[in-house]
């Protein structure tokens, strides 16, 4: 008789060494143990491992067979350190000599499967869809996108806001509007002077009754300063601007959890978190994205701060510019960690820019080959991000360019050299007739 069993493998984690134990018992005499990978749904198996007993110094343990006594034999693969490919099912093939002819061979075959696990290599959290323009005016739905990369299989996520689990509502896809608030108690979170009073909060306007005005609010303060500049702003001015709208809610989450299979047998998973943004609450609030998995000892973990942009740091090149000079003005920075990534716009006060728009986004504007009429003029840089604005201003001085002549023509009209030339000319027929 032969019988072949194989013990159950838990699953390993990638690095590990993994040994594949072969257990069978037989009365006759043994030909060979073969061990295969098995691939492709059972279609391929791939041989990784013989032994052939025909060669094998050990067969003299085989001397009393006749005796039919139980000889118990172990074929032992092992893998020193298993990788992902390394996954998948693997079969041990036993044959023995048949009683009756020594030149039949009689099979018998187990099989075990190899579940390897891989830790995520990787966790980061960002903003969806930003840099982006954003109301300060109305409330918006922001949502949080953590993606973990280099799991097998495919890890646990979840969201914390300032170390508290978020009970949030699961959904297949993120909602279209989530408007909906529940009450909540604003007393253990201070308001700064920049954020509405609580008293706001009874105006009908404002009240959960109508979540959000519908009407713009007149400018005021900083927001009215903007609209009427004058020569007596000095050379770098900066404005910081919250959303003018307030709710005294704890807003409703949305979350949804996304998986696909990566080629290399890796999952990359992907959370969001959605909720209706309330600047007044949730700017400094930090937000975790944490995951749990079997292959680590303890959850991983990545988090942002929800900060809005203060004290942008501006730096002109050139220092000094002149007539024909190539300028760039560059955002190089911010007093504080900004998050989520600020949207940067450029306009030049009580005029369009030197190419002829109106604005331009980016962190840097260029100013190509700058004439002298530049001399003077002010430039807005706009940094915003969801959770509010700031504003910078910078003058641009132009001197004169020695290398580069004032123009093609006097102030007559005239081209200078044909100015010489007529004076050189006039002078010499006064020469001429003086002598005759």
């Not at 008293?199 to 903007?226: H, M, Q």
């Amino acid at each position: 008789y032969l019988t072949v069993s194989i013990e159950p493998l838990p699953p390993v984690v990638v690095g590990d060494a993994v040994t594949l134990k072969c257990n069978f018992k037989t009365d006759g005499k043994m030909r060979e143990i073969v061990w295969y990978r098995v691939t492709d749904g059972g279609t391929i198996k791939q041989k990784i491992f013989t032994f052939d007993a025909m060669f094998s110094t050990n067969f003299s343990q085989m001397e009393n067979y006749r005796k039919r006594e139980d000889l118990v034999y172990q074929s032992t693969v092992r893998l020193p350190e298993v990788r992902i490919s390394d996954n998948g099912p693997y079969e041990c093939h036993v044959g023995i000599y048949d009683r009756a002819t020594r030149e039949k061979v009689v099979l018998a075959s187990g099989n075990v499967f190899l579940n390897v696990m891989a830790p995520p290599t990787s966790i980061s959290v960002l903003a969806a869809d930003t840099p982006a323009p954003f109301s300060r005016y109305q409330a918006q739905n922001f949502t949080l996108v953590c993606v973990v990369s280099g799991g097998k299989p495919a890890p646990l996520v979840y969201f914390k806001r300032d170390g508290e689990p978020i009970e949030a509502t699961p959904l297949p896809e993120p909602p279209a509007g989530a408007s909906s608030w529940a009450p909540r108690n604003l007393l253990h979170r201070d308001l700064d002077d920049t954020k509405v009073p609580k008293s706001l909060a009874a105006d009908g306007e404002l009240g959960l009754g109508n979540p959000f005005p519908t009407v713009d609010p007149p400018p005021r303060g900083l927001a009215a300063e903007r609209d009427a500049v004058t020569e007596s702003i000095p050379e770098t001015v900066v404005s910081r601007e919250f959303p003018r709208w307030v709710h005294m809610a704890e807003p409703i989450y949305y979350f949804r959890h996304t998986h696909a299979p990566v080629s290399d047998g890796t999952v990359e998973a992907r959370a969001t978190l959605t909720w209706t943004l309330n600047p007044q609450i949730d700017n400094e609030a930090l937000f975790s994205c944490e995951v749990k998995h079997p292959a680590l000892s303890m959850p991983m973990q990545s988090e942002v701060t929800l900060v809005a942009p203060k004290g942008p740091k501006i730096t002109m090149t050139p220092t000094r510019a002149r007539v024909g000079d190539t300028v760039r003005i560059l955002v190089q920075g911010f007093q504080n960690e900004v998050f989520p990534e600020p949207l940067f716009t450029w306009t030049r006060v009580g005029s369009r820019l030197l190419d002829g728009s109106a604005e331009h986004d980016g962190k840097e504007l260029v100013l190509e080959r700058v004439p002298a009429e530049l001399n003077g003029s002010m430039y807005r840089c706009t940094a915003q991000n969801p959770l509010g604005s700031t504003d910078t201003h910078t003058r641009l001085i132009v001197f004169e360019n020695p290398n580069i002549p004032r123009g093609p023509e006097d102030s007559n009209g005239s081209l200078p050299g044909h100015c010489g030339f007529r004076f050189f000319l006039a002078l010499t027929l006064t020469v001429i007739l003086e002598l005759t």
